[in-house]
Nanobody, 123 residues
Framework: QVQLVESGGGLVQTGGSLRLSCAAS????????MGWFRQAPGKERIFVAA????????YYADSVKGRFTISIDNAKNTVYLQMNSLKPEDTAVYYC????????????????WGQGTQVTVSS
């Protein structure tokens, strides 16, 4: 089981940047890849980015490719999401979770989510 604490969200203008952090604890952190998801008001939670345990490979949703970068610090049990060139459509609550790949998509390994961190991008 993994415990997750997201932070780093805030209010920024279009074109701005934020760096999200996810502090993870639990055995699963060292077993699974890690990913970020986001949920906009009135919409389902969707995949944003994932990274394997070694940190060598990042995977991104098309909507954020080239603007967001996921990274991992195994010594600190922390996953980061650097978000640049932010757009109003990036506004959402961002969550992290352990993930696994299935049928060329990334899925959370459980339904245990942290509180998330709010990102709001003003136009």
């Amino acid at each position: 089981q993994v415990q997750l604490v997201e932070s780093g969200g805030g209010l920024v203008q279009t074109g701005g940047s934020l760096r999200l952090s996810c502090a993870a604890s639990g055995r699963a952190f060292s077993t699974y890849a890690m990913g970020w998801f986001r949920q906009a008001p009135g919409k389902e939670r969707i995949f944003v980015a994932a990274i394997n345990r070694s940190g060598a490979d990042g995977y991104y949703a098309d909507s954020v490719k080239g603007r967001f970068t996921i990274s991992i610090d195994n010594a600190k049990n922390t996953v980061y999401l650097q978000m640049n060139s932010l757009k109003p459509e990036d506004t959402a609550v961002y969550y992290c979770n352990a993930v696994e790949s299935y049928e060329h998509k990334w899925w959370p390994v459980n339904d245990l989510w942290g509180q998330g961190t709010q990102v709001t991008v003003s136009s």
